[in-house]
Antibody
Framework: EVQLVESGGGLVQPGRSLKLSCAAS????????MAWVRQAPKKGLEWVAT????????YYPDSVKGRFTISRDNAKSSLYLQMNSLKSEDTATYYC????????????WGQGVMVTVSS | DVQMTQSPSYLAASPGESVSISCKAS??????LAWYQEKPGKANKLLIH???TLQSGTPSRFSGSGSGTDFTLTIRSLESEDFAVYYC?????????FGGGTKLELK
């Protein structure tokens, strides 16, 4: 059974940093592109970052480019999101998601971890 | 960015009824569209990809149609477990974007 379990969320002040983790199990992690998707309170979903199987290629929307860094450790079947220079608008539930092998959509999601950016 | 507009935002229906949810893209996305289901306390579930292809495990009462800019998710003979929030997502070009969601509520 595919499982994605996020951790590392919490309350952080504006301008500070936070690192999220996602522990993957139930599949060969190194074979899949992985992603982070977020959902601000009472808002829709927003794709945040994607990383290739080896980690050599990463992709971001303009809203987080230069502030967020996605990375992975295939030996540990783990995905990470380093978030720097956090803003109040980064407050959201962050989901770890697996890219389907056939396309750039997400076939499995974690249950999410909450990040609150507030002074 | 490709803007995805879902309608309606809220939809009330009864078990056994059929409903349709619209998703419109601001430019052509071919058939590169997915639909997801969100339920409280559960991980989001991929229902349909490529506009109309059911993901393994998706009940046959779900169907997707459309291409280009206009897409529809139809649920026939609603069951109690179908009351949830539904999102569309385009993956034709970066950045991948989602619709604002449609909340399907019990009437």
């Amino acid at each position: 059974e595919v499982q994605l379990v996020e951790s590392g969320g919490g309350l952080v002040q504006p301008g500070r940093s936070l690192k999220l983790s996602c522990a993957a199990s139930g599949f060969t992690f190194s074979n899949y592109y992985m992603a982070w998707v977020r959902q601000a309170p009472k808002k829709g979903l927003e794709w945040v970052a994607t990383i290739s199987t080896s980690g050599s290629r990463t992709y971001y929307p303009d809203s987080v480019k230069g502030r967020f860094t996605i990375s992975r450790d295939n030996a540990k079947s783990s995905l990470y999101l380093q978030m720097n220079s956090l803003k109040s608008e980064d407050t959201a539930t962050y989901y770890c998601a697996r890219h389907d092998l056939r396309g750039d959509y997400f076939d499995y999601w974690g249950q999410g971890v909450m990040v609150t950016v507030s002074s | 960015d490709v803007q995805m507009t879902q309608s309606p935002s809220y939809l009330a229906a009864s078990p056994g009824e059929s409903v349709s949810i619209s998703c419109k893209a601001s430019k052509s996305i071919s058939n590169n569209l997915a639909w997801y289901q969100e339920k409280p306390g559960k991980a989001n579930k991929l229902l349909i990809h490529s506009g109309s292809t059911l993901q393994s495990g998706t009940p046959s009462r779900f169907s997707g149609s459309g291409s280009g800019t206009d897409f529809t998710l139809t649920i026939r003979s609603l069951e109690s477990e179908d009351f949830a929030v539904y999102y569309c997502q385009q993956y034709n070009e970066y950045p991948w974007t989602f619709g604002g969601g449609t909340k399907l509520e019990l009437k």
